[in-house]
């Protein structure tokens, strides 16, 4: 029978759960992305930048990137949206307004309907490729 040191146990401990937090961190997410497909829309408080995301394997991870994108310290995620849904904003010249649609000229329509002026132009509006699992 062979003795092993308690140094070589933590040792041998600390590989296999480093390998098993590794190949969670590997496996999880692609399995994941597999099956969603979702995009966001973040603008900046001055309304001059604009962030998007899209095809990402979650809702977090959608907004995070949009976010990421808008590049500024204070940005708002306007919209999420899942495959099939698109999303899109538009904007009078005081308000935003978003809303989803199931093709982005659809989303936009939908979104300008809910503006009570005229005057609304589209800000952004996307749409997700499906999933490569569908």
């Known amino acids: 029978m062979r003795v092993i040191g308690l140094k070589s146990r933590a ?25 969603e497909s979702w995009g966001a829309i973040a603008i900046s408080q001055d309304g001059k930048h604009i962030g998007v995301s899209r095809d990402m394997p979650n ?25 099939p849904e698109c999303g899109a904003v538009v904007k009078t ?4 307004y978003r809303d989803l649609g199931n093709s982005q000229r659809e989303a936009e329509q939908n979104a300008i309907n809910q503006s009570p002026k005229v005057t609304t132009r589209v800000v952004r509006s996307l749409c997700n490729d499906a999933p490569s699992g569908n």
């Not at 977090?60 to 949206?81: G, K, L």
């Not at 010249?93 to 935003?96: G, P, R």
């Open 59 to 83: 809702e977090t991870s959608a907004n995070q990137i949009a976010f990421f994108n808008c590049a500024q310290p204070v940005c708002d995620t306007m919209i999420s949206f899942k495959y």
């Open 93 to 96: 010249e005081d308000q935003y």
């Open 11 to 35: 040792a041998i401990s600390a590989i296999g759960a480093t390998a098993v937090a590794g190949l969670a961190v590997i496996v999880c997410p692609a399995a994941h992305a597999d099956t």
